[in-house]
């Protein structure tokens, strides 16, 4: 009876030890991640408003009062800027890692002058603007990234209806380029 029951003990312990590695390997060997979702949208350094109903890209906004575009980028070649010329009243920007990780998140109520403007690179890269081009680093957000991949998400928050074209507007013009 005792073997019975360690050998029970054993597969159950078994069990759950594979069952945890296999949720844990399974994110790396999936390719409808959020990740690959946004890369599938087309090229780096551009801004894809997304659409306000289910389609073949898997991104979309599923409440019509929360406007979303996302970028991807690759920094292998210098750091990304973030820009938005006459924001709306609510907005936020976040910067996730391949893994969908957030690394970064902020908002028009924490913003210099609620401005959309950000740099965004890897510590060498933030290094060498700040000594290169000061002046261009004290007027914006910089945002150090660990990894050269990624891509950020611009959301506008909608009050009502009648400002959505206004949200689209914004979100449509936003600018997401190389340095």
Not at 69 to 80: F, K, R, S
Request: charged content about 15%; glycine content about 6%; overall charge negative.
């Amino acid at each position: 009876m005792l073997k019975f029951l360690l050998a029970m003990i054993t597969g159950l312990v078994g069990a759950a030890v594979l069952h945890i590695l296999l949720i844990l390997i399974l994110p790396f060997n999936s390719n409808v991640d959020a990740w690959s979702k946004v890369e599938n949208l087309g090229e780096p350094f551009e801004f894809f408003p997304l659409a306000n109903e289910p389609n073949d890209s898997g991104l979309y906004n599923e409440d019509i009062f929360i406007q979303t575009a996302v970028c991807y980028y690759i920094l292998d070649e210098g750091p990304l800027q973030i820009v938005a010329n006459n924001p709306t009243e609510m907005w936020t920007l976040a910067a996730f890692d391949t893994g969908s990780n957030e690394i970064f998140s902020m908002s028009a109520r924490s913003a210099i002058n609620g401005e959309v403007n950000f740099i965004l690179g890897t510590k060498g890269q933030l290094l060498n603007l700040r000594s290169e081009e000061p002046e261009l680093i004290a007027e914006t957000i910089a945002i150090e990234v660990g990894d050269v991949e990624g891509y950020v998400a611009l959301r506008s928050i909608v009050p009502s209806i009648s400002s959505l074209a206004e949200a689209q507007d914004f979100l449509s013009n936003a600018l997401c380029a190389r340095l």
